[in-house]
Every structure is written in C-alpha cells, then in structure tokens.
Nanobody, 126 residues
C-alpha cells in the first residue's frame, strides 16, 4: 500500500529547530508533488510548504517563510521540512501529503492531495 510516515517532531523551546522527515513506502516519490500541512487544536488545516516532483519549484506560507525550508531526496524516497526559529504559534500536528503529477507543480491546497501521513506532533513551549 502507498504510505507516508512523518517523524522528527517533539517538544522544543522558542527559537529552537526541528527537522521533520516524510518517508514514502509502496511507491516512488520521483513523480509526486509533496506538501507539508499543519493543524492546531480548534483550527483549520493549513498548507505550510510544497515542492514539485523535481524539486525545482517550492513555496512556503507567509507565516513560515524565511524560517522553514522544504527539500527532497528522491534517491532516499524522503521529503524534509527544516524548521528554524520556532515560535509557539507553530505548535501543531504536521502532516505530509503526496499527489502524482507528471508536470512540475507546487500545491498548497489539502484537497489536491490523495496520499497522507499520520502526522507528527510539534510543540513549541518554554
């Protein structure tokens, strides 16, 4: 079965850093656009970052731009989200998602994606 598994979350003090990983199994990410999303309690799920299958196109939400960086290593079938200068408002469950696309696209809408991971908790607190 096609699966994505996130890891790397945890408890971090404000200003700290985390690197989230999204590992794929059952399929190869080479032809898939990838998105990172997050959802805090009582809030809507929001797009954080996206990357095209080739890695040539990336985008980040304004709330994280300059602090978060999405990247991918297709040889390792893994996508990453480097999170620096973390703030309490970044606290949420973070999900990665994938959708097959044979053309370069970077998608930030949750309804664009068909394959989802289980999520990993990120808590930023003193």
């Amino acid at each position: 079965q096609l699966q994505l598994v996130e890891s790397g979350g945890g408890l971090v003090q404000p200003g700290g850093s985390l690197r989230l990983s999204c590992a794929a199994s059952g399929f190869f990410l080479y032809y898939y656009a990838i998105g990172w999303f997050r959802q805090a309690p009582g809030k809507e799920r929001e797009g954080v970052s996206c990357i095209s299958s080739s890695g040539g196109i990336t985008n980040h939400a304004s709330s994280v731009k300059g602090r978060f960086t999405i990247s991918r290593d297709n040889a390792k079938n893994t996508v990453y989200l480097q999170m620096n200068s973390l703030k309490p408002e970044d606290t949420a469950v973070y999900y990665c998602a994938a959708i097959y696309r044979d053309q370069p696209v970077c998608l930030m809408r949750d309804y664009d994606y068909s394959i989802w991971g289980q999520g990993t908790q990120v808590t930023v607190s003193s």
